[in-house]
């Protein structure tokens, strides 16, 4: 069965670094997510992405945020100068259309 | 925000039907449903969506009132494996919002 697949599934980094989150949506959908949950909270929106560029984001995606799809595969999300408070675990999903979004395990984010 | 409301947690003894409420008063004509879960840490899975009727797949079925005011999420046969926090959520343009959802315990 497809999967999103996500890497690393672990990344740390020291604050004020730059970070890319990888993520290989599933073959032939054409929506893109990436979410991000802090520990013990709920799952929040970051942005979304469709035929090559952004379609809505949330408060959270400043500028310290950027997402690119490089090639025909893979979906990034940087952030450019990371803060202590950037910990947390990121999701990507993809969709086949606008219905229903199928997740990735997640990179755990650790900035020190 | 979430136009969801879902308890925070519920109780279901394994083997039996786990029902999961959601209201969502305030939904749209043309907003769907859709119900995911989040096992651990692990990414959202999706479980079902619907508009209207009553939808059934091989996870679970899914009541939808006729004023589509609220609906309910069945696991016809819970097992330990379905513990998880379930989401209920109305879709909003292209994104997905999740609310706090349920904490499902499936006892033994």
């Known amino acids: 069965e497809p999967e999103v697949t996500q890497t690393p599934s672990h990344q740390v980094t020291q604050m004020g670094q730059e970070v890319i989150l990888r993520c290989v949506p599933i073959?032939?959908?054409?929506?893109f997510y990436w979410y991000r949950q802090i520990l013990g909270q709920k799952v929040e929106f970051l942005v979304s992405f469709y035929n090559n560029e952004i379609s809505e984001k949330s408060e959270i995606f400043d500028d310290q945020f950027s997402v690119e799809r490089p090639d025909g595969s893979n979906f990034t999300l940087k952030i450019r100068s990371t803060k202590l408070e950037d910990s947390a675990m990121y999701f990507c999903a993809s969709s086949p259309y606008w219905t229903e979004a199928f997740f990735g395990q997640g990179t755990r984010l650790t900035v020190v | 925000d979430a136009k969801t409301t879902q308890p925070p947690s519920m109780d279901c003894a394994e083997g039996r039907a786990a029902n999961l409420p959601c209201n969502h008063s305030?939904?749209?004509?043309?907003?769907?449903v859709y119900w995911y879960r989040q096992i651990h840490s692990q990414g959202p899975q999706y479980i079902i969506h619907?508009?209207?009727n009553n939808e059934t797949n091989e996870m679970a079925s899914l009541i939808i009132t006729e004023d589509r005011k609220s609906s309910t999420l069945i696991l016809p046969h819970a097992t330990l494996r379905d513990t998880a926090v379930y989401y209920c959520i109305v879709r909003v343009d292209d994104k997905i919002i999740f609310g706090k959802g349920t904490r499902l315990h499936i006892l033994p």
């Open positions: 619907g508009l209207k």
């Open positions: 073959s032939n959908h054409l929506y």
């Open positions: 305030t939904i749209s004509g043309n907003e769907y």
